[in-house]
């Protein structure tokens, strides 16, 4: 996971025939009804950290995401993030004697460029005004995805590590029939049976105020586990590279149970806002480092006509589409 749970690589309410509603700032035009968008727009029907969090942060964006499919910019950050992960993930193909940071360093230009196959896109990351390759900033760029990876060193010793799963895809429905998916960047399984899960970031540890997004995740993927094996994982590991930081939590059954109240009622939310094509923005400073300002409401913008059909229940109103405390 890392940089993303969902891996590869992201309002006005309305009437029918596109007529604008007064709903606000949420307020946005609507497909007529059993009509669908070119592409073929469905609704969501699971639930993962990143798509949980964006939700949190900004229903509009979730819409954006799931629904709309909008595309975004790849960012240097995100796909440095993605060439350390396969660092990381691909040191342990080789005997543990040979999991040396000089290996590990050299494996990052050939992960870069197995990537840019798959994603020649990526190239313009690294081109220059006119449109040429800047191979100075692509060095560089390079030469800090190397310094992230040789930090995991101090952090964790490879030579004493046999992950028992990398980049494992875990999923489960619950009991209300939520699924829940997500990918779990390392999972270790000690002789005494105990289950760490681990997962790389490239960033810096946030301050204690700003931890439990985090731990968010790392819950959700606890919760996964848990309703899969019927234990609960002892140990939930964060490995921040941009900092030097471990940061470790170790959860219990209530935590567990409080995070699946939690995802339920903002599956809940997401259901009603699906239904009622209530996307509300909710402005944070994060909004600066979005890619959707041209069709955000907040910045003057128009969303895109809604893809998918409303069907406003009785007693729906107010609160469609927002994300509060749970």
């Known amino acids: 996971m890392g940089t993303s749970t969902e891996r590869a690589g992201a309002a006005t309410q309305g009437g029918q025939g596109g007529q604008p509603a007064t709903g606000g700032p949420g307020a946005q035009r609507m497909a007529p009804e059993g009509e669908r968008a070119a ?68 494996m990052v230009p050939g992960e870069w460029e197995k990537l840019l196959a798959k994603r020649p896109e990526l190239a313009e990351l690294f081109t220059d005004g006119a449109g040429g390759a800047d191979g100075e ?14 930090r995991w060193f101090s952090l964790e010793d490879p030579t004493r590590l046999e992950p028992a799963e990398r980049e494992l895809y875990v999923e489960t429905v619950l009991e209300s029939g939520l699924q829940l998916r997500g990918f779990v960047d390392r999972v270790d399984i000690a002789p005494t049976g105990e289950v760490r899960i ?7 540890a946030p301050r204690p105020q700003f931890a439990e997004g985090a731990l968010f995740q790392m819950k959700f993927y606890a919760l996964v586990m848990w309703r899969r094996s019927g234990t609960v994982p002892r140990r939930l590991q964060l490995v921040y590279l941009g900092s030097g930081d471990l940061v470790t939590y170790d959860p219990t059954e209530a935590d567990l149970r409080g ?6 009622a903002l599956w809940e939310a997401i ?13 944070t400073k ?8 041209a069709h955000c ?3 003057g913008g128009t969303p895109p006509v809604y893809p998918l059909a409303v069907r406003p229940a009785a007693g729906e109103g107010g609160e469609q589409g927002r994300m509060g405390t749970i």
């Open 286 to 293: 994060l909004c600066g480092w979005c890619d959707h300002q």
């Open 259 to 264: 995070v699946e109240r939690k995802l339920l």
């Open 198 to 204: 681990v997962d790389y970031k490239t960033g810096k």
């Open 137 to 150: 900033r692509l060095a560089v760029w390079l030469a800090e995805a190397e310094a992230l990876v040789e």
């Open 39 to 106: 592409g073929g727009a469905q609704p969501p029907v699971a639930l993962s950290p990143s798509r949980a969090s964006d939700f949190m942060q900004c229903p509009l964006l979730y819409r954006f995401r799931v629904i709309d499919k909008l595309p975004e910019k790849p960012s240097a950050a995100a796909t440095r993030g993605t060439v350390v992960h396969a660092v990381l993930e691909r040191l342990f193909d080789a005997p543990a004697a040979e999991r040396t940071a000089p290996g590990a360093r050299a």
């Open 297 to 299: 409401p907040e910045f």
């Open 271 to 283: 259901q009603l806002a699906t239904r009622t094509g209530d996307w509300r923005p909710r402005p």
